[in-house]
């Protein structure tokens, strides 16, 4: 081989040792915030943890109403609606009567409990065996049923709509506001007794 290919090479060889101690040692990533560990839940899982909640709503100041949409068209309902129920997976059929709004309703109420379960630690269910004409009473009007249990208190079952999952959204959110059916937001501060009979600490004060 002639000598100066061999000097050539020789040479670039030393230029990429030179080039790569003056880097140095690889840089360590930059560490990614995790956003879910960032943005921690609130607890309310005790009646301790709810009436924090509520002292801080009732010491802040009330937040002024945002109106919605004022041109919302409300959806028509079915003639027929099919329900099937969670626990037993039969089917009830609702063909006419008031009762088509109720099943219609609960399928918001299902997506609002879910919202609702995700923004707390307290033990929650939604209790819609009444609509289900084998696990339920075909005598009564079909109702959902928000059943809490926080640790330190009895069980408490009421009868719910969609605006009342909507405030206990903002609430266990830690809101001073709750958002409303047409993207528009009222204050809690009015609701917090509504908020202490769903929670089942009417009688705690």
């Known amino acids: 081989m002639p000598y100066w290919l061999i000097g050539l090479i020789l040479m670039i060889s030393v230029s ?14 930059t560490p ?4 879910q560990a960032s943005a ?6 005790s009646v301790a943890e709810v009436e924090t909640l509520l ?4 010491r802040k100041d ?6 919605g949409a004022m041109c919302y ?10 329900y099937i129920c969670p626990v037993c997976g039969e089917r009830t059929v609702y063909e006419g009567g008031s009762d088509l709004w109720n099943v219609q309703e609960l399928f918001t109420i299902r997506a609002l409990f879910d919202s609702l379960a995700a ?23 079909p109702a959902p049923l928000l059943v809490v249990d926080l640790d330190d208190a009895d069980p408490c079952t009421s009868v719910v709509d969609a605006d009342d999952l ?6 266990f959110s830690g809101e001073t506001s709750y958002a409303t059916v047409n993207d528009g937001s009222l204050p809690l501060k009015p609701e917090l007794d509504r908020i202490r009979t769903l929670l089942g600490l009417r009688g705690e004060r």
């Not at 068209?73 to 099919?82: F, G, L, R």
């Not at 909507?166 to 609430?171: K, P």
């Open 16 to 29: 990429v040792f030179a080039a790569a101690r003056s880097r140095g040692p690889a840089a360590s990533p």
């Open 32 to 35: 990614v915030p995790d956003k």
């Open 40 to 45: 921690r839940k609130l607890l309310g899982a």
């Open 55 to 58: 002292d801080s709503i009732e």
């Open 62 to 67: 009330t937040p002024e109403p945002v109106m």
């Open 73 to 82: 068209e409300m959806a028509a309902c079915p003639s027929v609606i099919e």
């Open 119 to 141: 923004c707390t630690d307290a033990d929650l269910l939604l209790d819609e065996t009444s609509f289900c004409s084998f696990c339920g009473d075909v005598s009564t009007e």
């Open 166 to 171: 909507r405030v206990l959204i903002g609430f």
